[in-house]
């Protein structure tokens, strides 16, 4: 059964950095894009990063130049590197990993910016 698991999550003050992982395990498929996505209390999920196994990377306007997302050479593990957070950064981020040609959402990951 295929799993895709988040981690990394934690208390960080403004201006610091976390890095999340999105690891899909019991599957010989490689991940073919994952998309971070991010939900705060109130508030809808919102796509804020994407990646495909080519590649090919894209961000929404908030994180421009602050996060990056990065797939290791195995093709399972997908990863969020964020930095100079914010305090609107905070947020549950969930990991959404089409695996072949299945969607497959991981539980979450809170990360919560603040002094």
């Known amino acids: 059964q295929v799993q895709v698991v988040e981690s990394g999550g934690g208390l960080v003050q403004p201006g610091g950095s976390l890095r999340l992982s999105c690891a899909a395990s019991?599957?010989?498929?490689?991940?073919?894009?994952v998309g971070w996505y991010r939900q705060a209390p109130g508030t809808e999920r919102e796509l804020v990063a994407g990646?495909?196994?080519?590649?090919?990377?894209n961000y929404v306007d908030s994180v421009k130049c602050r996060f990056t997302s990065s797939m290791d050479s195995a093709g399972n593990t997908v990863y969020l590197q964020m930095n100079n957070l914010k305090p609107e950064d905070t947020a549950c981020y969930y990991c959404?990993?089409?695996?072949?040609?299945?969607?497959?959402w991981g539980h979450g990951t809170q990360v919560t910016v603040a002094s």
């Open positions: 019991g599957t010989p498929f490689r991940v073919n894009a």
């Open positions: 990646i495909t196994n080519g590649g090919s990377t």
């Open positions: 959404h990993a089409l695996v072949n040609a299945t969607n497959y």
